[in-house]
């Protein structure tokens, strides 16, 4: 079983906040990855990190960023949240680079 | 860039009946791998495939990388309510940091 947790679990924020979507993994994986999901949809690669101090885009751009100062914290801030940001955000992690993605259980994030 | 194309999109079934989805590529995959999404929850991993030609069971579950490495299949046995989900496949096509795709996804419903 995947030890990787994401805060919070649902969020609705007004427009124009600062947020921070948390996300931890005990496993000691140093490959983590931001997706973003639409209900339903496909999953969409905004942000990855290869390790500590190692952060790139993905291939949806993304007005979020984010940092990697310890191997186990991958957190995801977005500074003025506008409407179009709602939707789901999935954290994962894995080890090599044929390992398996393991996912977190997601934030709803709603901007009114 | 690589792309996966899933089929079907969607599959509507009776309960019992057997379900067959794949994914198909242009491009060779060193890794397939098969998730499934309930919803409001991040994707669990089903079956993982690194050897063309190998053939994995889950259960009811059974998947297969393909001999060629453009392709993969999931089927489902004897299928039953808690089926029910998005099913994804994704493929590793290598690299020195390894590069994930994902297919835009299988929705599954089972009528009991």
């Known amino acids: 079983e995947a030890d990787i947790y994401q805060t919070p679990r649902y969020l609705v924020i007004g427009t124009g906040k600062k947020i921070t979507l948390e996300c931890s993994q005990t496993?000691?994986?140093?490959?983590m990855y931001w997706y973003q999901q639409d209900p339903g949809m496909e999953l969409h690669l905004i942000h990855y990190?290869?390790?500590?101090?190692?952060?790139e885009k993905g291939d949806l751009s993304s007005e979020s960023t984010v940092s990697r100062i310890r191997t186990e914290h991958f957190p995801l801030t977005l500074e003025s949240a506008r409407p179009s940001h709602t939707s789901q955000y999935l954290c994962?992690?894995?080890?090599?680079?044929?390992?398996?993605?393991?996912f977190g259980n997601g934030t709803r994030l709603t901007v009114t | 860039g690589q792309q996966l194309n899933q089929s079907p999109q969607s599959m509507f079934i009776q309960e019992g009946e057997d379900v067959s989805m794949n994914c198909t590529s242009s491009?060779?995959?060193?890794?397939w791998l098969w998730y499934k999404q309930d919803p409001g929850e991040g994707p669990v991993l089903l079956i993982a495939?690194?050897?063309?030609?190998e053939l994995t069971s889950n259960g009811r579950l059974t998947a297969q990388f393909g001999i060629t490495r453009k392709d993969s299949f999931l089927n489902i046995s004897a299928s039953i309510p808690s089926d029910v989900g998005i099913y994804f496949c994704?493929?590793?096509?290598?690299?020195?940091?390894?590069?994930?795709?994902f297919g835009k996804g299988t929705k599954l419903s089972v009528k009991p």
């Open positions: 990190s290869y390790g500590v101090n190692s952060t």
């Open positions: 495939l690194y050897k063309a030609g």
């Open positions: 994704a493929g590793n096509y290598g690299g020195s940091q390894g590069n994930l795709i």
């Open positions: 491009s060779i995959f060193n890794t």
């Open positions: 994962a992690s894995r080890r090599g680079t044929d390992s398996p993605l393991h």
């Open positions: 496993m000691g994986h140093d490959k």
